[in-house]
Nanobody, 128 residues
Framework: QVQLVESGGGLVQAGGSLRLSCTAS????????MGWFRQAPEKEREFVAA????????YYANSVKGRFTTSRDNAKSTVYLQMNSLKPEDTAVYYC?????????????????????WGQGTQVTVSS
């Protein structure tokens, strides 16, 4: 079992920045691929970013590419999502997820079913 706890959400003005953190406990964090997803009101959950178990490869949704960066610190069992140049359309509940997957496939890492464990989510609100 892996428990994930997100933090760092909040209210920010458009153009501002936030850094989300997701800390894992339980099984070996370093063996898991990590993903970030978000869900806005009345919308389906969507992929935001992912990082492979080794940290060597990252993927991003087109809507956040160039603005968001994900990274991981295996010594701290934590994955981060740095969000810059935030827009009102980034408003959503953000979830981190851990997947027992050691590949590098983009299609696998953007897919919900790859991830076995999910955090409770953290609210990000961007005001215009």
């Amino acid at each position: 079992q892996v428990q994930l706890v997100e933090s760092g959400g909040g209210l920010v003005q458009a153009g501002g920045s936030l850094r989300l953190s997701c800390t894992a406990s339980g099984r070996t964090f370093s063996s898991y691929a990590m993903g970030w997803f978000r869900q806005a009101p009345e919308k389906e959950r969507e992929f935001v970013a992912a990082i492979t178990w080794s940290g060597g490869i990252t993927y991003y949704a087109n809507s956040v590419k160039g603005r968001f960066t994900t990274s991981r610190d295996n010594a701290k069992s934590t994955v981060y999502l740095q969000m810059n140049s935030l827009k009102p359309e980034d408003t959503a509940v953000y979830y981190c997820a851990a997947g027992d997957y050691r590949g590098t496939s983009y299609y696998a890492l953007i897919t919900f079913n790859t991830y076995n464990y999910w955090g409770q989510g953290t609210q990000v609100t961007v005001s215009s």
